[in-house]
């Protein structure tokens, strides 16, 4: 059984930087993909960026491109999210998420996702 752990989040002012972490127990997650989701008070659960097993290729939002940052560190398994400028509609509880090698990873989707940290809040002040 997979276990996820998120960490980093916190309260910052608008402009301000997080950086959150997931890290991974109970197996190696080096092939499989990562991603980052988040779920503020009454809205559906987002994707935010995701990861390939390698670290090679990476997937944002297109609200948070340019701003956030997706890393990975296999030998840690460990899941990195760089977030700068951040902006009031930034808050939220941040999910980490594991996909199992599949032929087809649809990264932005939710179900796509095999196992799922229990989150950590952000929140940006004004």
């Known amino acids: 059984q997979v276990q996820l752990v998120e960490s980093g989040g916190g309260l ?19 092939s499989y993909g990562m991603g980052w989701f988040r779920q503020a008070p009454g809205k559906e659960r987002e994707f935010v960026a995701a990861i390939s097993w390698s670290g090679g290729i990476r997937y944002y939002a297109d609200s948070v491109k340019g701003r956030f940052t997706i890393s990975r560190d296999n030998a840690k398994n460990t899941v990195f999210l760089q977030m700068n400028n951040l902006k009031p509609e930034d808050t939220a509880v941040y999910y980490c998420a594991a996909a199992k090698p599949a032929t087809a990873w649809r990264y932005a989707e939710p179900q796509y996702y095999d196992y799922w940290g229990q989150g950590t809040q952000v929140t940006v002040s004004s």
């Not at 910052?12 to 080096?30: D, E, F, K, T």
């Open 12 to 30: 910052v002012q608008a402009g301000g930087s997080l950086r959150l972490s997931c890290a991974a127990s109970g197996r190696s997650l080096s």
